[in-house]
């Protein structure tokens, strides 16, 4: 049983797993929301939570493969949630801090090798300095014999940092580097975290005879086996594709019609020329008296 959680009218899925079952195992794909926890700032690629179209809940619940519950429940009070909360928010940030000091860790491997050109364009530096300090002197320095060195073999050889200077580094990183909780991220409760029993809440949808239309016609294409998203953007109702939406392109615009309802010839070659240009085929998706859902395809085949 998935929890589907109700908020401000807006139905969302915050289980990863829950998720997941829902694309691969019932072909619901939803809308990611949510912004990635290392990647904030960024729209490109969204996380959780998962908004469902109310056609894939009104489904979910019609086939008894979900469960309504309030998404609106108000935080716990009393001594013992503030103390789990403290815990499980302390829990967090020594976790976050071991993954900071992995990543710095790796960043200094990664960069090692700008480090020891670095450190080795500052010593021929010094030497070149020294030497020009003491040109006066007609006998051999130290400083001469060590630029004598790097011109030799500074250019043959590529610097590297040594075990022993790897090492420091390191113990220098962990040493000096500090971390601040309040720059952390924090984990908000999005989900029921205790074994208590939490009661389903009723769904009121459809309301209309078109929202009725078009639970029905979703619920008729997901049966014959189609994956289904919102069609806004090409102008219907559902995009269907015949298999994952990130393995395929969509087939169809359906766009939901009552059968009674009168169609201009010019909405009919406005959704035909649409289907077209975008490389679809126009499903107008109505109801039969009897019960069933009739579809007829609109297809530009243009004029000699």
Known sequence: MIDL?????HVYVWNASAACDLRERHRIVGTFVGALPRLPRQNVRLGRPLQLMPEETTLLLNKGMARL?????????GEDAAQAITEHRQQSFREQ???CKSDRKRKLHEMASVIAKGRAA????????EKADDESSSSVSTSDVISSLLDQHGEEEEPRLSVEEMEELEAKLEKTTGYNEQAFLVQIMTEQDSEETQETIPWNYP?????????RVFQDLWEKGYFLTSGGKFGGDFLVYPGDPF??????IAVCRPRTENMEALDIVRLGRLGSNVKKTVLLCSESEDGEINYTSLQWTGMN
């Open 207 to 215: 309301t209309t005879d078109t929202e009725a239309l078009r639970c």
């Open 5 to 9: 959680y109700l908020c401000h009218g």
């Open 247 to 252: 393995r395929y392109h969509s087939f169809y």
């Open 122 to 129: 500052k010593r021929k530096k010094l030497a070149q300095k």
């Open 69 to 77: 519950l309030d998404g609106n429940i108000p935080p716990k009070t």
């Open 97 to 99: 801090a071991e993954i």
